[in-house]
């Protein structure tokens, strides 16, 4: 027997597809007969068989049968014989059309709601049955739905109407005669990631305000990391040690990453990947936002919570932000030095400033907190599940799932898929649900209504596939993107928190001269990001993740693909691994993984060929250009240079603001850059602010060395 065909049909319906096969399909040649999972097709030879051949095998047989995982429907058939039978081919071409003319890729949407007239609940019961069930479970389950499908719609506008994105952000001069001085230095829009970084620059004596959509706290994902991480943001000094202990929710002994095989051919079959310090430190993500929001307090610093961002509006001399006060509709404007973009995906200003080119990717990402419900053996909460599949494509999409234990019993699941937005799919958060209530029992065994829901998990985690350090505008005079917003976090695992941590010393030493001496046009804020060139060239292997909408691709593809490369990183030392996945990996090590893994499968440059444009592929030969040239120069210079730089800032940094700026920011493209980053040489202390006026000098940075 041999396996002739092996096809997803992109249907969650298992029963509608083998009806049709059974009663509606009719082949060109053969008989049909119905059989109890399919049916099989039996094809008369009218070559001479050998005499000894009894007649009731002179006939060859094919055997075609559905199952279903993962809500999608796939399709095997198989040959009994060994040899080909007549018209082999001609009978598969012939099925292969049929079934996809039938069962085409389909991309539902949301309905439009009106929630004055019914709940979330009944809106959405029909279309996403389970999905409603188990979120009213959840305690602040209708608030959290009405914010996914809130998030959802708003993705999905700025997806299909890239040419035409809103205008929140206006230039001239005329707020120049309204508004006095400005009253905050900072003003952050965005609660989850901006906390951290505000409570950073108010403990340098900034004036900062804090502006968030939600009740502040609020978290709709949980964030791990590990311990060397976070060590950055102790070293500055935002937390101790003692604080960081306390935010720890579980540490891991390992975690694993391992991908379904069944389907794949020997060669791309792989052992489980162990990186013990990899995600390994799941923190409790309200706690640690709710400290940042005590230090920033504590530092002079303000937070307006369940206030949205209306406009800004930029001139010379400052940014005036106009927001409305959710719970009574009152508008109130502010003035400060510097916008900053913390908004994540979802930010209309990020739109607009790219000129609705904000993402070239977005891993839409769904999950919960679970409390308890869970049989004892399931899953032993020394342990994480960093990257995991159990299947194949599903409806077009490699479903990857994470697993993380938190406090107690908890365990944080996420259910997420890489895929490139299209008009006609933009990437759906509540399709996505639809399938983690549905699934969630394939991947770990479960009785769903036992489980006691703590929170929902969710959200849209944006890539940008970047050439270089200067390909992307991440800020205009007196405004920047920071974090998602941004989107230069790495495309494999981490999202902008990790992003963030690794580089908040880079990004608060950079911003902290840039506010000291006034340099807030668009020419010096550009320089402040957390680009890394060493990310930027693994967008390829992501772009390889990727089905593109309307296409059908064999269903173990990905699957294969991911094998043959983290079976190779199962090979390595456990430092290597882990170096790949915490984006400190290097330009030789990057160059020996990639050419070993195409050296496995030598058909994997065609695959990820017809993935892809060819002007995406010359896009990458920039992206490894830059990498490779910014690679040799840190070889070179990378070593020595920032220590030159800190003995000349005495004499340079007051004479030429501007170009110690641009040296500054340099010296990290050099080293955090290409994931090696600098010795942390600063901490961030508050710094007495009572004899100085807003909009003079500020205090660089306490040397800590």
Request: with cysteine.
């Amino acid at each position: 027997m041999k396996e002739i065909l092996y096809i997803e049909v992109p249907s969650p319906d298992v029963d509608a597809v083998k009806q049709w096969l059974q009663q509606s399909f009719t082949p060109e040649v053969g008989e049909k007969v119905i059989s109890h999972s399919g049916i099989r097709l039996t094809v008369k030879q009218t070559t001479h068989q050998p005499s000894s051949i009894p007649e009731s095998q002179s006939d060859d047989e094919l055997s075609f049968f559905v199952w279903s995982v993962q809500r999608t429907t796939y399709l095997k058939v198989f040959r009994w014989t060994t040899r080909p039978i007549l018209h082999e081919n001609r009978v598969l071409e012939h099925f292969v059309q049929a079934i996809r003319s039938r069962f085409p890729h389909t991309y539902p949407e949301p309905p439009a709601i009106d929630l004055t007239q019914q709940s979330i609940f009944e809106a959405l019961s029909d279309r996403y049955p389970l999905t409603t069930k188990y979120f009213q479970r959840m305690p602040n389950g209708e608030s959290d739905l009405t914010r996914v499908y809130w998030w959802e719609q708003r993705w999905r506008d700025g997806v299909r109407n890239p040419k035409q994105p809103k205008q929140v952000v206006f230039w001239g001069d005329q707020q120049t005669q309204t508004y006095a001085s400005p009253t905050y230095d900072l003003i952050y829009i965005g609660g989850a990631l901006g906390v951290i970084h505000a409570a950073t620059m108010a403990r340098l004596g900034y004036r900062v305000l804090l502006i968030e959509r939600l009740p502040f706290g609020r978290m709709n994902r949980e964030w791990n990391i590990s311990r060397s991480e976070f060590q950055s943001v102790i070293d500055l000094g935002l937390f101790t040690a003692a604080e960081f202990e306390g935010l720890i929710a579980r540490e891991y002994v390992d975690g694993f990453h391992k991908f379904f095989d069944g389907n794949n051919p020997p060669q791309a079959k792989a052992a489980v990947l162990h990186t013990p310090t990899v995600l390994n430190v799941g923190l409790d993500a309200e706690k640690l936002l709710r400290l940042c929001g005590q230090k920033l307090k504590e530092a002079g610093g303000e937070i307006w919570d369940e206030t949205e961002f209306v406009r800004a509006d930029i001139n010379a001399k400052q940014v005036v932000v106009q927001t409305q006060h959710l719970p009574t509709g009152e508008q109130r404007d502010i003035r400060g030095r510097l916008l900053i973009d913390a908004m994540g995906t979802a930010s209309p200003i990020a739109w607009q400033l790219n000129g609705g080119r904000a993402f070239d990717s977005v891993c839409p990402t769904v999950g919960a907190v679970i409390s308890s419900g869970f049989e004892p053996g399931v899953w032993d909460a020394c342990y994480g599940d960093v990257l995991n599949s159990h299947g194949d494509t599903s409806r077009g999409r490699q479903l990857i799932w994470e697993l993380f234990p938190a406090e107690g019993e908890e365990l944080t699941f996420y259910l997420f898929h890489y895929h490139q937005p299209h008009p006609d799919n933009p990437g759906s958060l509540l399709e996505l649900y639809e399938d983690f209530f549905t699934i969630l029992p394939e991947y770990r065994r479960c009785d769903m209504d036992k489980l006691v829901w703590k929170k929902p998990t969710f959200g849209y985690i944006p890539g940008h596939f970047s050439v270089s350090n200067t390909d992307r505008q991440v800020a205009v005079d007196r405004l920047i993107a920071l974090g998602d917003a941004a989107s230069l976090q790495s495309p494999l695992v981490f999202t902008g928190f990790g992003s963030l941590v690794r580089n908040l010393p880079r990004l608060t030493a950079l911003l902290d001269t840039a506010l000291k001496h006034d340099l807030l046009t668009a020419k010096h804020l550009n320089q402040i990001r957390a680009y890394q060139s060493n990310v930027s060239v693994t967008w390829l292997f992501s772009k390889g993740m990727m089905v593109p909408t309307g296409r059908h691709i064999p269903p173990a593809r990905i699957n294969t693909l991911l094998n043959v490369f983290f079976g190779l990183l199962a090979k390595e030392q456990t430092d290597i691994a882990e170096q790949f996945i915490k984006d400190r990996v290097g330009w030789f090590t990057f160059n020996r993984l990639a050419i070993a893994t195409a050296w496995r499968i030598p058909t994997l440059l065609i695959w990820i060929w017809t993935f892809i444009h060819p002007r995406d592929f010359l896009r990458w030969l920039g992206s490894y250009r830059d990498f490779t040239m910014t690679a040799l120069l840190s070889a070179i210079v990378g070593g020595w240079s920032p220590n030159v730089l800190r003995r000349l800032q005495p004499w340079l940094e007051p004479r030429f603001p501007g170009l110690w700026l641009w040296l500054l920011a340099q010296s990290y493209v050099l080293t955090d850059g290409v994931g090696a980053p600098q010795p942390i040489r600063t901490k961030a202390v508050r710094t007495e602010r009572a004899t100085m006026a807003i909009g003079e000098n500020h205090p660089t940075l306490a040397e800590s060395e």
